[in-house]
């Protein structure tokens, strides 16, 4: 039976790779690039994840070989020869074209791709977005998720917001986590442990979507919805909240609209994804109440899909997951200090070129669809 079962999911994973479409199977892949996004495969495969497979994706050879992940790459070869990119984005991103063939060859019927990586450092902030752009060509959901330097590494400041840039370009959301706001979480933890339980709850965060989508639900979130939502994106926020209290649903909700792992106003955003998970005596109007707390901070026009389904290893808690969309907040990008740039008047029969004095105060990037 155990070797059945083996052999049924690599035949459905050779009809993934090769691009054969299994009715009512989504194919989910989850990439972690640089080291970063491999601690996170790491530990999403520690965990346990259903319904996706994991892949490390990276230049550093000694690195990657202490990575637990369903496939791994090494990419950039010739370039790096498995040494890493030495925290050059340049080098990242010539890494991943050099490897670009077994990119697409991966990627090939794919139906939702997340891709996790730490932006500041080379192979993730060079190579992610790459690999973000061959999937979206490839008809793929693509949704970044990334994590933004400690607000004292000035140096890799830059290379982070030109990274996340990228990402935003060619990713159909965004999910964006500031480390300063992560290791806020548990602050009194020895250093190790601390950046453990950041991996932790990385790692959690993608499992939830993933298996939001993909097992069954009493009120269930499929493809079609998690599309819809994807698609409204481009800049996303998450939250988790857990409680067991009298009024455990509302506690949860305000817990998890709490824990935003970003430092945003979530008000006037435009989609999102909701999913509460009780035990056996989780109620309708609990699962209805947690969603009703959510909308009722956003606004009228906005897109909210709801689902809920019963998890027994939750043992009295309530459990709420939020994914909110379209943050368009200003401070979103506080901490990013970005020099101005010179703009200048090139018209021929102007005067000698020198600065203009404008101020265009800009946060937000045109997107295509």
């Known amino acids: 039976m155990v070797l059945l079962q083996k052999a049924l999911r690599y035949l459905r994973y050779e009809g993934v790779y090769r691009g054969i479409r299994e009715p009512g199977y989504c194919r ?15 530990r999403l495969m520690k ?10 994706v990276n230049t550093d050879l000694q690195h990657l070989n202490t990575i637990h992940a369903d496939e791994k790459i090494l990419i950039g070869e010739k370039i790096t020869r498995g040494l890493g990119a030495g925290g050059d984005p340049s080098v990242g991103r010539k890494a991943v074209k050099e490897s670009i063939h077994r990119i697409e060859k991966l990627l090939e ?13 080379g192979t993730g902030t060079g190579a992610a977005p790459v690999i973000a752009e061959v999937a979206r060509r490839k008809n793929a959901i693509v949704i970044g998720v990334v994590t933004i330097p400690f607000a004292h590494e000035r140096g890799r400041m830059a290379y982070a917001f030109q990274g996340l840039n990228e990402m935003r370009r ?12 992560l290791m806020g979480l548990f602050p009194q933890l020895p250093i190790d442990q601390a950046f ?40 996303a926020i998450i939250g988790i909240g857990e409680s067991d209290g009298p009024n455990r649903a509302e506690e949860a909700t305000l817990n998890a609209l709490n824990n935003l792992l970003l430092d945003v106003d979530y008000k006037g955003v435009d989609g999102a994804l909701i999913h509460v998970s009780g035990d056996s005596s989780m109620t309708l109007n609990e ?65 000698p070129e020198s600065p203009l004095s ?6 937000q990037l045109e997107r295509g669809v």
């Not at 996790?116 to 450092?121: E, H, N, P, R």
């Not at 993909?214 to 979130?221: A, F, H, R, V």
């Open 28 to 42: 989910i892949l989850i990439i972690g690039v640089g080291g970063a996004g491999n601690n996170t495969i790491n």
């Open 47 to 56: 965990l346990g994840v259903v319904g996706a497979r994991c892949v490390a």
């Open 109 to 121: 019927g794919c139906d939702i791709v997340f891709i996790t990586a730490g932006l500041g450092g």
């Open 170 to 181: 060619y990713a159909h959301t965004t999910v964006i986590i500031d480390n300063n706001k």
């Open 196 to 235: 453990e339980m950041a991996d932790m709850v990385l790692a959690d965060m993608v499992r939830g979507i993933v298996e939001t989508i993909s097992l069954p639900s009493l009120i269930n979130i499929d493809f079609a919805d998690f599309r819809s939502i994807m698609k409204r994106g481009d800049v």
């Open 287 to 351: 699962a209805v109440r947690a969603a009703e707390v959510i909308t009722s901070v956003m606004d009228e026009d906005s897109m909210v899909i709801w689902g809920a389904r019963v998890d027994p290893t939750l043992r009295g808690f309530l459990k709420v997951s939020l994914v909110l969309t379209g943050v368009k907040s200003p401070y979103l990008f506080r901490g990013f200090e970005q020099a101005a740039e010179d703009i200048y008047n090139l018209e021929p029969y102007a005067k």
């Open 358 to 363: 404008i101020d265009l105060d800009l946060f």
